[in-house]
């Protein structure tokens, strides 16, 4: 079976930082892409970053390119996000995805969420 369990939310000021991880279990994810979306009040779930699992190889969201890092330490089967420069509007929960060779909204795989609140 396989879990993603997301941990390292919480509540952080306008240029704070935080880092969210994501501990993957029950197979291998050789091949697969982990990634992170989020998801704001009313809005629909978007993406945010990901990395491939053997490759290394990121991709960032426009709205997180400089500010986020997304990193994986393979011995632990952890995902990382280390967020810098928070905003306000990057007050949403966050979700660890995971897929074989790119992750999107219909991944088969994801963490229940964490919340990430950043005030003002």
């Known amino acids: 079976q396989v879990r993603l369990v997301e941990s390292g939310g919480g509540l952080a000021q306008a240029g704070g930082s935080l880092r969210l991880s994501c501990a993957a279990s029950g197979r291998t994810f050789s091949g697969y892409a982990m990634g992170w979306f989020r998801q704001a009040p009313g809005k629909e779930r978007d993406f945010v970053a990901h990395i491939m699992w053997i490759s290394g190889n990121t991709y960032y969201a426009d709205s997180v390119k400089g500010r986020f890092t997304v990193s994986r330490d393979n011995a632990k089967n952890t995902v990382y996000l280390q967020m810098n420069s928070l905003k306000p509007e990057d007050t949403a929960v966050y979700y660890c995805?995971?897929?074989?060779?790119?992750?999107?909204?219909?991944?088969?795989?994801w963490g229940q969420g964490t919340q990430v609140t950043v005030s003002s």
């Open positions: 995805a995971a897929g074989p060779f790119a992750v999107s909204n219909k991944s088969p795989y």
